[in-house]
């Protein structure tokens, strides 16, 4: 049973390009988590998506970010025009229905923005 | 004030000690405390949960939670080289906080 899979795993951009991130959920999980994680501080929650369908988006910035989690194909964590305090490591994470105790995280993606 | 607060350490014990990690919290509204073990550059890993006051086992780890006090502790029996890592409490309710991670090294 495959864990959760992100990719990339790195990503460089320049300021003021896009950068898409994707994440796969665990088998049979249907909940997916977004944080984001900078050096010396914790790992801070953005947002919390099921299929089709945002249940709290209160970490999200509100410019420049988004995501889904599309019924078909992996969640997507999108930045426009990336700026330089966006460079951190974002981390997936998935769990069962009705679970959220209970999360998987991926390996991350390494966004570092020129 | 934060929601939960972990002292970042860090912590260097010798191996076969035990070590104990520790977190407050700030709203006894929260229902699940969980910890994470995360190596240097790996996503983190989930160790254990639990949802009621008192204590928890698995293999060499134990969670501890107060509920009077919002504390939780992770106690780790018989550490290894191999434990050495950051670790991370978290907390649930109606959202996800996690604290700063304390930094444990078992030295050989």
């Known amino acids: 049973n495959a864990g959760v899979m992100q990719n990339p795993r790195h990503l460089v951009r320049r300021r003021g390009q896009e950068a898409r991130l994707r994440c796969s959920p665990m088998k049979g999980h249907s909940h997916v988590y977004w944080y984001r994680q900078l050096p010396e501080e914790g790992l801070k929650f953005m947002v919390y998506l099921q299929k089709e369908n945002i249940i709290d988006e209160s970490g999200m910035p509100k410019e420049r970010f988004s995501a889904e989690f599309p019924k078909e194909g992996p969640s997507i964590l999108r930045i426009q025009q990336v700026v330089r305090g966006d460079s951190a490591a974002y981390f997936c994470a998935s769990s069962p229905l009705d679970s959220s105790y209970e999360q998987y995280f991926g390996p991350g993606t390494r966004l570092t923005v020129t | 004030q934060k929601e939960v607060e972990q002292d970042p350490g860090p912590l260097s014990v010798p191996e076969g000690a035990i070590v104990s990690l520790n977190c407050t919290y700030s709203?006894?509204?929260?229902?699940?405390f969980m910890w994470y073990r995360q190596y240097s550059r790996k996503g983190p890993e989930l160790l254990m949960y639990t949802y009621s006051s008192g204590n928890k086992e698995d293999g060499r780890f134990t969670a501890q939670v107060d509920k009077s006090s919002k504390y939780i502790s992770l106690f780790i029996r018989d550490s290894q080289p191999s434990d050495s890592a950051t670790y991370l409490c978290a907390i649930t309710g109606n959202q996800f906080y996690f604290g700063t991670g304390t930094s444990l090294t078992v030295i050989p």
């Open positions: 709203n006894s509204a929260f229902q699940y």
